[in-house]
């Protein structure tokens, strides 16, 4: 149980770090797509960190798995956001070599993060443990793709919105 509890409380360092990561760089951008983006995984970063936080606290106090505490965490999907705020954008600011940089950054820490939760859920002992840490490897791999999307939305913005825009046949 002990390294369990270690390894909670560096997921919970991770989170925090994350989190942190994403609102200065959030408020850093003038990219309006950057910006979405970012603030949205920070708020999915702070709900993973709160949900360890109970984990952590209900494992030291009781030594197992916790029954009363949400297995769940609430689900995002930062690929609409993006969709949404960039083809809601009249004018895109350019991205930066900083915000380029920054998502290359976040890349790395949501690749590290999903084959960490990934590990945890191989080692769980319970159902119910190996869910919640696999749909945080799930939701550190929607960051992921949202991430590279970005990138790719920098790269060529009107290429982007062309390829994800759903054409229609009127008639």
Do not use: C
Not at 47 to 63: D, F, M, T, V, W
Not at 97 to 124: H, M, P, V
Not at 155 to 171: F, I, N, R, Y
């Amino acid at each position: 149980m002990e390294n369990k509890i270690k390894a909670i409380t560096v997921a919970l360092e991770n989170e925090l770090h994350e989190r942190d990561f994403y609102l200065t760089q959030s408020r850093k951008t003038d990219n309006p797509v950057g910006k979405a983006m970012f603030v949205q995984i920070a708020a999915d970063e702070d709900e993973h960190y709160r949900r360890l936080q109970n984990i952590h606290h209900e494992l030291s106090l009781k030594g197992t798995w916790p029954d009363t505490v949400s297995n769940s965490v609430g689900s995002s999907n930062i690929l609409e956001t993006l969709r949404m705020v960039a083809a809601g954008a009249e004018e895109t600011l350019q991205a930066s070599r900083d915000d380029i940089d920054a998502l290359n950054i976040a890349i790395q820490f949501e690749e590290k993060g999903r084959s960490f939760y990934t590990a945890l859920s191989n080692e769980a002992e319970t159902g119910a443990e190996k869910d919640f840490f696999e749909l945080l490897a799930s939701m550190e791999w929607e960051h992921l793709l949202s991430l590279k999307e970005t990138i790719l939305f920098y790269e060529s913005p009107a290429d982007w919105l062309a390829k994800t825009e759903k054409p229609q046949l009127e008639g």
